[in-house]
């Protein structure tokens, strides 16, 4: 604590527009657990600072590359997925449209059959 208190004058201050808000800089509390905190109690403020910006920023880059190479991998699948359906769903399409239309031709055949024996009675 005597520490936050020897460098609160080198801490930044900001003055600014109210426009460069999303610019400000913030405070945080962050939990340490208690392994790690003889480590941070020894580093200075700017080192603090940097030191968590610094894994914030690390973090970010894994989690974006991360989520880049999974969203290329998803890609692919979808690809090779949709590709195979394709494959097989469009010949069951024209069998089914076929089937269909022979059923459909081959009833009519058989309406005109049964009219025409209706009117030569």
């Known amino acids: 604590m005597a520490e936050y208190f020897k460098n609160f004058e080198k801490q930044r201050t900001y003055s600014g527009n109210v ?12 939990q340490i657990y208690p392994e790690n905190i003889d480590y941070i109690d020894s ?3 700017e080192e603090k600072h940097d030191l968590i910006n610094q894994l914030l920023t690390n973090y970010r880059e894994g ?11 998803q890609k692919l699948t979808n690809t090779v997925r949709n590709f195979i359906l394709l494959i ?15 059923v459909t031709k081959n009833n009519y055949r058989i309406f005109q059959g049964n009219f025409e024996k209706l009117f030569r009675y």
């Not at 426009?19 to 945080?28: G, L, S, V």
């Not at 097989?88 to 022979?102: A, F, K, M, R």
């Open 63 to 73: 989690f974006y590359t991360e989520d880049n190479s999974k969203t290329g991998t």
């Open 88 to 102: 097989i769903i469009i010949p069951v399409l024209l069998y089914l449209l076929n089937v269909s239309l022979n």
């Open 43 to 45: 580093l200075p403020y």
């Open 19 to 30: 426009q460069d808000d999303k610019n400000k800089p913030k405070k945080f509390v962050f």
